[in-house]
């Protein structure tokens, strides 16, 4: 039998998100031949309406579909108070809180020598500049606890030691509803570390 180039073609764009194999997207694109015409159309002007009107916050990095994300555009909004993030969807599990009124900075990922991803790499420079420019008082640092995060964390930490700013990391620990004998070793000693008064 002939190969359908075009069904190839969409099952190596599939291919090409995050944690999709080849099964998943070639699933994905018998899945796309037999949807309507009508829905075809919709999910091909979706994705090119994502890519003209959503783009990154000139200020802090995250995605949004105006000038200046309505975070950074908030003023009721600590703006002397910045959590760094990897990801935009970091931002995304923080505001879901609805506990945090400061304000957000986005890496765009993590140091990690094995891929190639030095401090140049990321939006670390912008960050020095921000807390020069908007006198920031506290960075709170929220990279995640692997040792991409923690290198990029301890960066950070080290690059900020010269400004007049309290850097802080977020604490480690046990998740709710866990058990101590399941735990691993480094996350019980950061635990133990990062105790507090009751």
């Known amino acids: 039998m ?4 075009s069904v190839n073609r969409l099952i190596d764009s599939f291919a090409k998100l995050p944690g999709v194999g080849y099964k998943s997207a070639e699933k994905m694109a018998y899945a796309v031949l037999g949807m309507k015409e009508e829905d075809v159309v919709e999910f091909s002007k979706a994705l090119e309406n994502v890519h003209e009107k959503v783009h990154k916050c000139p200020i802090c990095g995250s995605y949004t579909e105006e000038e200046i994300c309505e975070i950074c555009n908030d003023n009721e909004r600590n703006h002397r108070q910045i959590i760094v993030v990897s990801h935009f969807r970091d931002v995304l599990a923080f505001e879901s809180l609805n506990s945090f009124n400061g304000v957000y900075h986005v890496l765009g990922g993590a140091i990690s020598s094995i891929n190639g991803v030095g401090p140049e790499n990321l939006r670390i420079n912008e960050l020095v500049e921000r807390i020069k420019k908007d006198q920031v008082e506290e960075v709170i640092i929220a990279t995640n606890p692997t040792m991409e995060g923690e290198v990029t964390a301890m960066y950070i930490a080290h690059l900020l030691e010269k ?3 309290v850097v802080t990391r977020l604490a480690y620990g ?3 509803g866990g058990h101590l004998e399941y735990a691993d070793a480094l996350t019980l000693n950061k635990a133990l570390e990062g105790r507090k008064k009751f």
């Open 2 to 5: 002939k190969e359908l180039k």
């Open 163 to 165: 400004e007049n700013v």
């Open 174 to 176: 046990l998740p709710m």
